[in-house]
Nanobody
Framework: QLQLVESGGGLVQPGGSLRLSCAASGSTLEDYAIGWFRQAPGKEREGVSCIAVSGGSTNSADSVKGRFTISRDNTKNTVYLQMNSLKPEDTAVYYC????????????????????WGQGTQVTVSS
C-alpha cells in the first residue's frame, strides 16, 4: 500500500545543487528505512544513501560523501536528498525506496534490502 513519489530532479550545471524529495502515501515513513538509489544509462543501479528508521544513522556511497545529505521529516512523510557540488557523473535517474523490515538503527544500501520503489526522477548535470 505504500506509494513513493520522487520529485525535484532536473537540469543543473556542474557545481550546482538540487534537493530531491520522496513523498510517501498509504503508510507512514516512520516505519521504514529509506534508501536513495540511482541508475545511469548502461550502468547498474547503485545505492547512493540511506537513512535508518530512527533517522539517527545514515550511510552514503564514497562518491557522494560530503556532497549529498539524506534526511527525513516524518511530520511531512517525506524524505529528502540534498545534493550539492553536483558533477556530470551524478547524472542518473534517482529512485527512492523503502525497506519494511529491519534497519531500525543502522541501514545498508543493498538493493535487495528494499521493498518499495518510486518511479524515479531524472537528474542531469551538464553545462
Amino acid at each position: 500500500q505504500l506509494q513513493l513519489v520522487e520529485s525535484g530532479g532536473g537540469l543543473v550545471q556542474p557545481g550546482g545543487s538540487l534537493r530531491l524529495s520522496c513523498a510517501a502515501s498509504g503508510s507512514t515513513l516512520e516505519d521504514y528505512a529509506i534508501g536513495w538509489f540511482r541508475q545511469a544509462p548502461g550502468k547498474e543501479r547503485e545505492g547512493v544513501s540511506c537513512i535508518a528508521v530512527s533517522g539517527g544513522s545514515t550511510n552514503s556511497a564514497d562518491s557522494v560523501k560530503g556532497r549529498f545529505t539524506i534526511s527525513r521529516d516524518n511530520t511531512k512523510n517525506t524524505v529528502y536528498l540534498q545534493m550539492n557540488s553536483l558533477k556530470p557523473e551524478d547524472t542518473a535517474v534517482y529512485y527512492c525506496s523503502a525497506a519494511s523490515r529491519g534497519m531500525f538503527r543502522l541501514c545498508i544500501r543493498a538493493q535487495s534490502t528494499y521493498d518499495y520503489w518510486g518511479q524515479g526522477t531524472q537528474v542531469t548535470v551538464s553545462s
